[in-house]
Structure formats: C-alpha cells, structure tokens
C-alpha cells in the first residue's frame, strides 16, 4: 500500500539521519505536516537518497513508486549497474549529438522556444555549421529520435531543459573547473547540462 510506502520512507530517513523525522519541520504539527506534504531533508546530505526518500513520502499516493519500484532506485545500485547504465546512457545518439540537436532547435524556433521559422529539419540540417559527415550523422540522429516531426524536436530540446536547467547537475562543469586538476581534460563545447555531464562521465569511464 502507499501509506506503507511513506512510512518506509520516513524509516529510511530516520536511518539516515540518525534519528531525525522528515516532517518535523520549524516545531510545528508532525500529523499536519504529513497531510499538507511539509518536510525537510536537511539532514541527509546523500541527493540520491533525498530523490528515493522524497519520491516514498509524496503527499500525493499516486506518485509514490511501488515497493519494487522504489527498490530498483538509484540509490540501491552497485557500482558495477552505476557503470553499465552510464555506459548505456553515455552512448545513446541523443546525448552523443545534443548540442547540434539544441543548435538545430535554436536555429528553427529561437531562443524562446516559440516557432520563428518555416524550415522544414532537413532545411534546418544544412544550415547547421558542421561538416558534411557530422551533418548525415546529425540527421540519423534527429530522424532516429523525432522522425520529420518539429513539435516533437521542441518537446525534446524542451524537456532537457525542463530537467537540466537550474537542477543540481546544470552548473557541473563550472563546478568541476574550481577542483579539477586538468581542466583542459573538459570539452569546452560540452553542454553544461545533465546531458553533458552523462556524456562527460561516460567518456572518463570509456576512455580511462
């Protein structure tokens, strides 16, 4: 059931954080906070464990993830899943050619995501400032991914945004820079966004 779901989630917390509940929050009402989905996970520093822990007390049922669900979570990975899905992830043509395919997506709607142009995505393809061969390659890409269709390229592009723009991943590689100790090692033209950080992280496995 849900409820055993958030209360698995709340022991999970607890656990955690070494005693603490999720929905004590600023000394008001526990049984308030559970039903109106105030909490504070401030005291488990793990993000992954945060996602797993917010996804089990959700306040609305629905969205709470089964028991199978919540086990098949991140979060319960060994490194060697870590490293097979980032491998997988790494190597799927979407990420290996986002940054053409959000350049293609500017080119055709504008920054502002509203549809400024009459360019069919082949038209737009050439216009692209790639090489012929990068351009056929771009071209599987995008045919692969969203066929002929242009509302479906702005819901993609779209949607990268939406989970990579101003989430905990979109400034990585300004973070990484300020420790790294071979800064040259970063693809300055790597998307700063969750995307790129999947592409990046794959090539250090592949590569080293």
Known sequence: MSSDIQV????????????KHPFDVNNSDRETNIREGNYSLTDVCDIVAQDL????????PAQRPTMDEALQHPYFWDDDRKDAILRKLGDREEVQNY?????LYKLMNG???????TLTIDEAIQRL??????REEVRNCIHKAVGD?????????L????YSVEKTFSAWKTDLLQIWTSPKE???????????????????????
């Open 99 to 103: 940054e053409h395919i959000y350049n």
């Open 159 to 162: 949607t990268v945004k939406e």
């Open 53 to 60: 822990i917010k996804r089990m007390i959700n306040r609305d």
């Open 111 to 117: 920054e502002g995501g509203n549809p400024t142009a």
């Open 149 to 157: 269709d242009v509302e479906k390229l702005q819901n993609l592009c």
């Open 8 to 19: 698995a989630g709340m022991l999970v917390y607890y656990i955690l954080s070494g005693g």
């Open 186 to 208: 970063i693809n300055p033209k790597t998307p700063e966004d969750l995307l790129g950080l999947v592409r990046f992280m794959r090539n250090k496995l592949v590569h080293e």
């Open 129 to 134: 400032e790639i090489s012929k061969n990068k």
